[in-house]
């Protein structure tokens, strides 16, 4: 065991003497960097476990949509993290962990790039389970399984998260670890070298994770307007996400004309561009689809958001525009 699992009495007074500040500073990241992968490793073998693979056995889902859920990446994000701890294992020497850490993290980084596809889908996967969860059967399927003692009372949207936090921990149990070592120590160098690698990867995967939900919203802005060319403005390259527009929020106004309400309009600000639109219909008649009313081409913009009443915003818009 870590020598913080050891119980107080002379052994553990005998350890810790023999330690700088700094060195217990290194062992004790380096012990929660163990323990928190030990714990991450055993919660993807339960989603594995308790949810992919009685899912596939009830058939209770489609496998498209079980694989548009956890990815087809997932059975190998599993056997990565085993692997991992079984390698931060072997660099445990009795209660002490070994220097090795940095060299092993190192190597490590690059296979992390194989989380692109399930941060890249995770926003789909959250509201394709969030839809799915709608039927009866499968809701109660899901339920049944996060009764599951192993599950501590978690859902399964909570355990699809776990994946991208885990992710992008591993700077902060780094630099926890370079504090615990000496400058110009060759750890300490290895060390460096892995944080930097994945600090790369993972901005790499949180703006790949952001151009994928703002497509997914911009999807859902595109599908609620009549006019299907409308979704090109807002995509104008479906093939290649970094072209969308970037979308910042949403609102509600009122048209007025000769200062009196004429219509109540939806209001969706991207960037360089604000975007209106008025439910279809007449009188007390309308539908939930939007005609664009007007758009604005915006220079420049600042946005002052006001109170929130009844769950709804009121933005106030100030803004240089050309038609």
């Not at 758009?295 to 420049?300: E, G, R, V």
Request: net charge neutral; with cysteine.
């Amino acid at each position: 065991m870590f020598y913080e699992e050891l119980p107080e009495g002379p052994e553990r007074e005998e350890l810790l003497c023999g330690l700088t500040e700094r060195q217990r500073k290194y062992q004790q990241a380096a012990y929660e960097l163990l323990t928190t992968e030990e714990s991450y490793e055993r919660d993807m073998r339960l989603i594995l476990d308790v949810f992919v693979l009685p899912l596939i056995e009830s058939r209770v889902l489609p496998s498209e949509i079980i694989r548009g859920i956890f990815t087809d990446q997932f059975p190998r994000l599993c056997d990565i993290h085993q692997l991992l701890l079984e390698d931060l294992k072997s660099l445990r020497k009795g209660p002490l962990a070994q220097p090795g850490i940095g060299k092993l993290m190192e190597t490590y980084a690059q296979l992390l790039q194989t989380y692109s596809g399930y941060f890249v889908n995770h926003a789909k996967a959250t509201t394709l389970l969030r839809k799915r969860r709608e039927k009866e059967s499968v809701n109660l399927f899901l339920r049944t399984q996060e009764a599951d003692p192993r599950c501590r009372n978690l859902n399964l949207a909570s355990y699809l998260l776990k994946p991208i936090q885990r992710v992008t921990k591993y700077p902060l149990l780094l630099r926890e670890m370079i504090k615990g070592s000496d400058e110009g120590d060759e750890e300490r160098e290895a060390l460096e070298r892995a944080l930097h690698k994945i600090q790369g990867v993972v901005q790499q995967l949180n703006e790949k994770q952001g151009m994928a939900e703002n497509r997914e919203k911009l999807e859902e802005i595109a599908a609620r307007f009549a006019d299907r060319k409308f979704a090109r403005l807002l995509i104008p390259s479906p093939d290649f996400q970094d072209k969308d527009l970037r979308f910042v929020m949403e609102g509600k106004g009122t048209h007025l004309v000769h200062g009196k309400p004429e219509d109540s309009l939806h209001l969706f600000l991207f960037e360089g561009l604000l975007v209106s639109g008025k439910k279809i219909g007449y009188g007390k008649v309308k539908s939930q689809i939007l005609k664009a009313f007007k758009t604005w081409k915006l220079d420049s913009l600042v946005i002052n958001e006001g109170w929130r009443q009844d769950c709804q915003c009121l933005f106030f818009f100030f803004f240089s525009f050309s038609f």
